[in-house]
T-cell receptor, first 114, second 111 residues
Framework: DTAVSQTPKYLVTQMGNDKSIKCEQN?????MYWYKQDSKKFLKIMFS???????INETVPNRFSPKSPDKAHLNLHINSLELGDSAVYFC?????????????FGDGTRLSIL | LAKTTQPISMDSYEGQEVNITCSHN???????ITWYQQFPSQGPRFIIQ???TKVTNEVASLFIPADRKSSTLSLPRVSLSDTAVYYC????????????FGSGTRLSIRP
């Protein structure tokens, strides 16, 4: 059973469109995350979210919004896609959001903007 | 925020021991040190974590000196399948404002 699963694996779309990426974890973790990995392989945190609070990296445009229907899911919605949004997006989860608990990552969603 | 610095790339041969060092001069008292491995087209995978001295698991060892301003990931007897990017991460708090992944070290293992 996959611990952290993302769909779709690949997403190709036009500039200006709105798209969503889904993430589910079956580990019973309280905290989930979204990361962006650019072409240079830098991993940048976008959001962290647990039952209590959403923390947003200040560099993330407000076109990006996480939505969590329940503890096991954290979806990423992106409005008005731009060329610079092309990247691989990773979802992750951890037990409780503290630095002592390792994160478990999905295999990523490769987003390509035409 | 504790920023990390790692070598961009390293090369080694099968059967050798590989040591990758990460510098984190601004590490805070409560920060843990965590290493991840990433293969192409996959998400990062947790390898090992430590706070001080030495930690060992079935995959690797992590050496942390007393001042904790650096750490060394040690991979014993590497194989071709250890070719990957290795990331060092330092932090006490996994909230979005505190997580900084470095650029990682691209390790290439040759036969």
């Amino acid at each position: 059973d996959t611990a952290v699963s993302q769909t779709p694996k690949y997403l190709v779309t036009q500039m200006g469109n709105d798209k969503s990426i889904k993430c589910e974890q079956n580990l019973g973790h309280d905290t989930m995350y979204w990361y962006k990995q650019d072409s240079k392989k830098f991993l940048k945190i976008m959001f962290s979210y647990n039952n209590k609070e959403l923390i947003i990296n200040e560099t993330v445009p407000n076109r990006f919004s996480p939505k969590s229907p329940d503890k096991a899911h954290l979806n990423l919605h992106i409005n008005s896609l731009e060329l610079g949004d092309s990247a691989v997006y990773f979802c992750a989860s951890s037990q409780d959001g503290t630095g002592s608990q390792p994160q478990h990552f999905g295999d990523g969603t490769r987003l390509s903007i035409l | 925020l504790a920023k990390t610095t790692q070598p961009i790339s390293m090369d080694s041969y099968e059967g050798q021991e590989v040591n990758i060092t990460c510098s984190h001069n601004n590490i805070a008292t409560n920060d843990y040190i965590t290493w991840y491995q990433q293969f192409p087209s996959q998400g990062p995978r947790f390898i090992i974590q430590g706070y001080k001295t030495k930690v060992t698991n079935e995959v690797a060892s992590l050496f942390i000196p007393a001042d904790r301003k650096s750490s060394t990931l040690s991979l014993p007897r590497v194989s071709l399948s250890d070719t990957a990017v290795y990331y060092c991460l330092v932090g006490e708090d996994s909230s979005a404002s505190k997580i900084i992944f470095g650029s990682g070290t691209r390790l290439s293992i040759r036969p």
